[in-house]
């Protein structure tokens, strides 16, 4: 597929690609749609396969931003940005700077923040070239969302026991966590305050042994997370993580986790999932406390008014549910639907002009 054809199939507004070869810097920023307000969305840094791979990513991280947005009631836009590069070993003042720069040059039509690869040391070095990012440390910022995405994804997958069971309750239930992040980690914390039996895993092994020391989940080699024998399945690293190959091991009655865009095809693979009777939290919806986060920073930093927020994740999720099923649809139809009907009446609101014009005096 074309790229221009790639852009028009996911209506995107704009794709930046950045370039600056001694500062490291191979960066693509994608702007789904801003009807809503700015488009606001996190720096993944990743070793990408190839060019068109890190692009396909930041396409579909973006337009999952917008949905996100819109369902969770915030005025803002999607965005997404990718830097291509190893974020062990590549990351360094100049690249963030220079990154920096490009972000400042857009003139606010996309705000960044921390996403997988990056970290809050990260944003500060992007903050001293442009004011549009969030979450920084000091100075009003909020500092590190994964603690609001790990409470969001916790209560939405509470409100999922409480569809699927009939009770919200998470003590003695079996969930199996890939992924050992920053999100990930708090999710296992919850979980495991509440009395949940986890088993984790993720590439990096020793991030994975460190969470289960500190939770008491069992260790699970990374080929080894889909079949194991469990009630919920929480992907809470990257994406396209549910596809052809790993929807028939899965063991589990509810898939609710941190990660965006799960779904491989999303169309194909959430009714494939229906029809297993695995009820599917839509990501972009339950993953939503991050953003809720760094949005808060716009208006004012409001931790406590944050928590209450992502805590709300619970009943947006359980209405979704509700209108997936009496509607017979998917979860992900109904979220969608939510999403497009809330940026199709602010956008009818919009054509009216409220601005003052100039008149000219003779």
């Known amino acids: 597929m074309e790229i221009f054809d790639l852009l028009q199939s996911n209506e995107h507004e704009q794709v930046i690609f950045c370039s600056d070869e001694k500062a490291g810097l191979r960066a693509i920023i994608g702007i789904h749609d801003t009807t809503l307000g700015p488009a606001l969305g996190g720096t993944r840094m990743w070793m990408y396969a190839s060019d068109m791979d890190a692009l396909k990513d930041v396409l579909r991280l973006s337009r999952g931003m917008t949905y996100k947005a819109a369902v969770a009631g915030l005025n803002l836009g999607g965005g997404k940005a990718v830097l291509i590069g190893d974020p062990r070993t590549q990351k360094t003042e100049a690249l963030f700077r220079t990154y920096g720069r490009f972000v400042e040059g857009i ?60 009770s919200d309750s998470l003590a003695g239930k079996k969930v199996a966590i890939q992924g050992a992040g920053n999100v990930a980690q708090h999710v296992a914390a919850h979980l495991a305050k509440e009395g949940a039996n986890l088993f984790v895993t993720d590439i990096y092994e020793e991030k994975a042994r460190r969470v289960c020391g500190e939770t008491g989940a069992q260790y699970v080699k990374p080929e080894e997370i889909y079949s194991v024998d469990c009630d919920i399945f929480s992907p ?126 003779f």
């Open 107 to 166: 003139g606010g039509r996309y705000i960044t923040a921390e996403d997988v690869g990056t970290s809050v040391q990260d944003m500060e070095w992007i903050n001293m070239e442009t004011k549009y990012v969030t979450g920084v440390a000091g100075r009003g910022g909020s500092g590190d969302p994964s603690p609001f995405t790990a409470y969001g994804v916790y209560n939405g997958i509470k409100a999922c026991a409480k569809f699927r069971y009939g």
């Open 236 to 361: 809470s690293a990257l994406g396209a993580i549910l596809n052809d190959d790993t929807i028939p091991q899965l063991k589990c009655s509810i898939v609710a986790g941190g990660a965006n865009n799960q779904l491989a095809k999303e169309e194909v693979h959430a009714q494939v999932l229906a029809d297993r009777d695995i009820l599917y939290a839509p990501d972009y919806v339950i993953n939503a406390g991050g953003l809720m986060n760094v949005a808060s920073e716009i208006d004012g930093y409001d931790r406590d008014r944050v928590l209450i927020k992502a805590a709300g994740i619970y009943d947006i999720l359980l209405a979704i549910f509700k209108k997936a099923q009496a509607g017979g649809i998917l979860p992900h139809e109904a979220s969608n639907a939510i999403a497009e009907e809330r940026i199709e009446s602010v956008r009818r609101v919009k054509k009216y002009h409220v601005g003052t014009p100039t008149i000219a005096r």
